[in-house]
């Protein structure tokens, strides 16, 4: 199913993305779910995919087609002023995609074809965005209350985000935390796996990343992690309070 | 959606569940979704409840009239030898309630009136046994390595299960780390609420309970677990590794 999320900080953007699919428990492979587009001192894009691997792959090829093509009516990467124009465009493009295979008078009708996709990034001249771009093709952004997105299989990896990160949040400690929300996924979602992307856009740097680093199965920082996480996950359950008071109450009730 | 889980251990069983319902947003609503069965010496049954709450309600109405009945011929909580049998039992009766009103014939046909429960207990003679009966009507049992049953919004609160349920995990340990579990659930999910009720029947003593509480919303233990649990697990995490090392490794490669 795929995970992938992105944080909007005040330091910038950070985008953690899984690589593994599946059509099926004898179909699982590997493909990155990362893309990334930029000309530097002018824009910087990055776009996360989950869901249907034919459509986002095809939305990702269109996508450097219209960048190389030269049909000058046609709308493209570089023209856009504002990251949204770009959600707009990759929402229609994908939109496009789904009908073409699965609409009523195709061939495949009624698989579910649907892709979404998390886009964020910064065009000179505006601020950085951050869009999650739905199969209807529409989008929304983050928030201040709410400054990250999640698109895939997103509930186990949702509560170490809404416990770690703010707008003010500094990007190592939310890079860190985006690892330890898709660790958890992965460790309870077979459709979710490594190699790890995870990469943070220093805002206004207008450069294609600021980090960038890529953790297979078994690379040895991400075994240190789950290490940690376990053990201080444990201790942090031990030092909960226990339920004497609570059982006592109940004795004194009978 | 209703969050309930259950827990296998070598002490005996230990069972969770909230209490909210909801028809959509402005029908939300607040009803237990445990129910006890018991004889003391002979039997003792829990029966959780998740899904359509009218297939449920019905469910549990019809246990309680084939108890009444004279009907010599009915199959009746009080006449099984195993656990098993009684799944069974619930299952036919859930796959009636459900047929009655969605099958192909009703006129409400289409809607989702599947409820999925979770039984545990003991019958005299027998080992205690736990079962999840789904929809379609057929059961599974706990195992081993997988000491736990869970139904309704079962991702939150899974992984907790996972690091800290063992079957010789003490009891009071157990309920303990059902309420954490069942905590996570409810402060990400809008469809699961308190209040909590939980239960521990320990083994082979055929009464009804031997612990039993129910916490309310506001309740002195429920705010300090969770307190106790933001605190823990904030630094939890302020305790992992930081990426330096990861960062240093990718400053070398350029």
């Not at 179909?27 to 001192?41: A, C, E, N, Q, W």
């Not at 249907?52 to 219209?66: G, H, K, M, P």
Request: charged residues 25%.
């Amino acid at each position: 199913m795929t995970y992938c999320l992105a944080i909007a900080l005040d330091e910038g953007l950070v985008f953690c993305s899984d690589s593994r699919t599946n059509a099926g428990p004898d179909r699982v492979s590997t493909y990155s779910k990362m893309h990334r587009f930029s000309v530097p001192y002018d824009r910087s894009l990055v776009l996360l995919s989950a869901g249907n691997l034919a459509t986002s792959q095809a939305v990702v090829a269109q996508i450097q087609r219209d960048l190389e093509g030269d049909d000058k009516g046609r709308f493209n990467l570089l023209k856009a002023k504002y990251v949204s124009e770009v959600a707009e465009y990759v929402g229609e493009l994908s939109v496009r995609e789904q009908a073409k295979y699965s609409g009523d008078n195709a061939p495949g009708a009624g698989f579910n074809a649907g892709a979404t996709f998390i886009l964020g990034g910064q065009v000179k001249g505006q601020p950085q965005e951050l869009y999650l771009v739905y199969p209807e093709g529409n989008h929304i952004t983050a928030s201040e209350q709410h400054p990250y997105l999640q698109i895939g299989e997103t509930k186990y990896g949702k509560p170490i985000l809404d416990r770690i990160i703010r707008p003010d949040t500094p990007a190592e400690t939310a890079m860190r935390c985006a690892l330890v929300s898709m660790d958890s996924t992965v460790r309870s979602n077979a459709t979710v796996g490594p190699p790890i992307e995870c990469l943070f856009y220093r805002a206004d740097s207008l450069q294609p990343q600021s980090r960038y680093f890529k953790l297979e199965e078994h690379h040895p920082y991400l075994a240190r992690l789950r290490k940690a996480w376990d053990d201080n996950i444990r201790q942090a359950f031990d030092n909960l309070p226990t339920l004497s008071e609570v059982f006592d109450a109940e004795a004194g009730r009978h």
